[in-house]
């Protein structure tokens, strides 16, 4: 079935260094792509989003590339706050109109 | 413009005890979702709304889980009993339609603890 695996966290960065958290799905089509954030004590709100391949999308500094040939959606983002401290969850819709989101990645930004 | 809301945030019970959960969805969002977000875990679909009719309830536990959408706007999750694995957070989403490009909008959530 269809599946997201994310790269296990958590993750500990220090300010201004470089993210990278892996994101990889199965498919059997082509699904429309989507990075999640939950920031401490709220709900899921959406990063940004791809709907088909070599799409880019970007927000608040971050940015992810729908890649069809490795079948990822990588996030990036190239100099951390410590306000980007959260769990990011990465996910996958299609035909079923279901969200299958990856485990989630915990990212901790320290000073 | 007002996010989707729920209540309560927090819920403790016994376990065989009733609970349920409370959904606002965004005002004219015909689709309506509740999602399963078990701890370190991404969340699971339980149940899709399309107004007021079920359209996908395959991962609702119909033997303790029920829903219900009456006139097509808020939305009612019970579980009864609870056992002590529905410990977990039930999440409450919704979007303007269903297809694979719309974004769906998450309330807070409701962390419900069975002791």
């Known amino acids: 079935g269809d599946s997201v695996t994310q790269m296990e966290g958590p993750v500990t960065l220090s300010e201004e260094a470089f993210l990278t958290i892996n994101c990889t799905y199965t498919?059997?089509?082509?699904?429309?792509l989507f990075w999640y954030v939950q920031y401490p004590g709220e709900g899921l709100q959406l990063l940004l989003k791809a709907t088909k391949a070599d799409d880019k999308g970007s927000n608040k500094g971050f940015e992810a590339t729908y890649r069809k040939e490795t079948t990822s959606f990588h996030l990036e983002k190239g100099s951390v706050q410590v306000s980007d401290s959260a769990v990011y969850f990465c996910?996958?819709?299609?035909?079923?109109?279901?969200?299958?989101f990856g485990q989630g990645t915990r990212l901790t930004i320290n000073p | 413009e007002a996010g989707v809301v729920q209540s309560p945030r927090y819920k403790i019970i016994e376990k065989k005890q009733p609970v349920a959960f409370w959904c606002n969805p965004i005002s004219g969002h015909n689709t309506l979702y509740w999602y399963l977000q078990n701890l370190g875990q991404g969340p699971e679909l339980l149940i899709r709304y399309e107004n007021e009719e079920a359209v996908d309830d395959s991962q609702l536990p119909k033997d303790r889980f029920s829903a219900e959408r009456l006139k097509g706007v808020d939305s009612t999750l019970k579980i009864q009993p609870a056992e002590l694995g529905d410990s977990a957070v039930y999440l409450c989403?919704?979007?303007?339609?269903?297809?694979?490009?719309?974004?769906?909008?998450f309330g807070p959530g409701t962390r419900l603890t069975v002791l």
């Open positions: 989403a919704s979007s303007p339609l269903a297809g694979p490009t719309d974004t769906q909008y």
């Open positions: 498919a059997t089509g082509y699904p429309s």
């Open positions: 996910a996958q819709i299609q035909g079923a109109q279901k969200l299958v």
